[in-house]
């Protein structure tokens, strides 16, 4: 059962933004790190940003580096990914995670809290 909730999808044209949202507010225990993935069509499921709980450190995938960030509010209830120039290799399936505690930012087999995905679609 899915306690994250993504929003903010939809159909972009390459060079627009998007911001992603996820609701963890149904999380009972979200100490480690958050990570948004995603799935292009055809391809396996990729991380594409992370940060830890204290938000001092991130990791961006080499693909979407100075495009994508990645933050979440104060009260650690809504993660965002914001996506500009965005690109159409940039479609697919987007999916919000959490590790329920620290197990490492790049340790991307720990995130054991995840969203159902939303579709992201870049295209003229």
């Known amino acids: 059962q899915e306690q994250l909730v993504e929003s903010g999808g939809g159909l972009v044209q390459p060079g627009g933004s998007l911001r992603l949202s996820c609701d963890a507010s149904k999380l009972t225990q979200s100490y480690g790190a958050r990570a948004w993935f995603r799935q292009a069509p055809g391809k396996e499921r990729e991380a594409v940003s992370a940060?830890?709980?204290?938000?001092?450190?991130?990791y961006y995938a080499d693909s979407v580096k100075g495009r994508f960030t990645i933050s979440e509010d104060d009260a650690k209830i809504t993660m965002y990914l914001q996506m500009n120039s965005l690109k159409t290799e940039d479609t697919g399936v987007y999916y919000c995670?959490?590790?329920?505690?620290?197990?490492?930012?790049?340790?991307?087999?720990?995130?054991?809290?995840w969203g159902q995905g939303i579709l992201v679609t870049v295209s003229l």
């Open positions: 995670a959490v590790q329920t505690s620290p197990s490492g930012l790049l340790n991307f087999d720990a995130y054991d809290n």
């Open positions: 940060m830890t709980i204290t938000g001092l450190n991130t």
